[in-house]
């Protein structure tokens, strides 16, 4: 039985994951901006203003660490992380919704987990806490898959079709766009899982163990922040930017800084609930922090009239899915246990 301890990273993890699952929100009410509008703002918010003011306010001595941090490896992953991003974007035109979704969240979940635990505890794979971890996986993927399929049928039943014209050649290129996607944008989570030095010289510095890895996180996605923005900026260069100062502009504003607070403050629970998970946070709290956004996400689109009029059938590969998801969290709480 997993200690309480555990028991709270998972949570906090879940939490996590329902803040990232909602973050999206805010676009269905900015209609009048383009998507690279609405990008470029949450991405000033998430990935560059708010990390620092966090990292500054939680990190004592900030400069001292930075300075002892290996900042081009953590930077390396944060580029890696922000190409993956466009790649997942790119690759979703090819592939469609439904199976993009389903092959990208399911490599993603199990890649960003199991790396960590290749590298850093491969011993424990033959033990019960890797089978746990190894099972918890598979049925991950599972879930995901079904509901990434209730998405396809979604799509079906209200008349949009994938991957219009799409030939044998586009398909591979999205294959192979989406498994660029996973693998850079597992950055993100390498970057918390291969700099457990810099998070405990900051824990010497006087940093909370909670929020260690604050300043980890500031470095990673202002890189991240580098290759977003650069891609937003290159696709105003035909809409432009007169959106930014529009009439009513403002609370477009609003709604792409909730979303860049929604977004990091994702980052900030989850390695909150990684401090309570011990060392197997980053091989158990990544998958479960991507099962809970497709659980978020498919909520919120259920509340928001997504899944209206879709049939039985949908909603019955919905629910099963989110109820696998949720045995396959159960399954890793328990992988977690030595």
Not at 188 to 214: D, K, Y
Not at 223 to 248: D, E, H, K, Q
């Amino acid at each position: 039985m997993p200690e309480p301890q555990v028991l709270t990273g998972v949570a906090l993890t879940m939490l996590a994951g329902t803040l990232n699952g909602l973050f999206p929100l805010p676009m269905k009410l900015m209609k009048r901006w383009k998507w690279e509008h609405t990008w470029f703002v949450y991405s000033l918010v998430g990935m560059l203003v708010f990390p620092w003011l966090v990292a500054i306010l939680s990190t004592p001595r900030l400069g001292d660490l930075l300075s002892e941090a290996p900042i081009a490896l953590i930077a390396g992953f944060g580029l890696a992380w922000g190409l993956g991003s466009v790649a997942f974007g790119l690759a979703l035109v090819r592939l469609g919704v439904g199976l993009g979704q389903a092959f990208m969240m399911g490599l993603t979940a199990g890649v960003g987990s199991l790396v960590p635990m290749l590298v850093l505890r491969p011993q424990a794979l033959g033990t019960r806490a890797g089978h746990f971890v190894l099972a918890g996986n598979a049925v991950l993927i599972i879930g995901i898959g079904l509901c990434a399929y209730a998405g396809h049928l979604r799509e079906k039943a209200q008349g949009r079709q994938e991957s219009p014209g799409a030939s044998e050649q586009s398909l591979l290129l999205g294959l192979l766009l989406g498994s660029a996607a996973v693998v850079l944008g597992c950055g993100l989570n390498f970057s918390f899982a291969f700099t457990g030095t810099t998070q405990a010289r900051a824990v010497e510095l006087g940093a909370s163990p909670a929020l260690a890895s604050m300043a980890v996180w500031a470095v990673t996605v202002t890189a991240g922040f580098v290759v977003n923005a650069g891609y937003c900026l290159w696709r105003m260069r035909n809409s432009g930017r007169s959106y930014f100062t529009m009439p009513g502009a403002g609370r477009y504003w609003v709604g792409g800084t909730m979303m860049g607070l929604l977004w990091f403050g994702c980052l900030v629970v989850y390695g909150i609930g990684g401090s309570k998970l011990g060392p197997m946070a980053a091989v158990v709290g990544w998958p479960v922090l991507n099962g809970a956004v497709i659980i978020a996400s498919n909520v919120v689109g259920w509340l928001t009239g997504e899944w209206k009029d879709t049939g039985t059938r949908c909603v019955t590969y919905l629910i099963s899915g989110i109820v696998v998801i949720l045995v396959s969290i159960v399954l890793l709480a328990q992988g977690n246990m030595p």
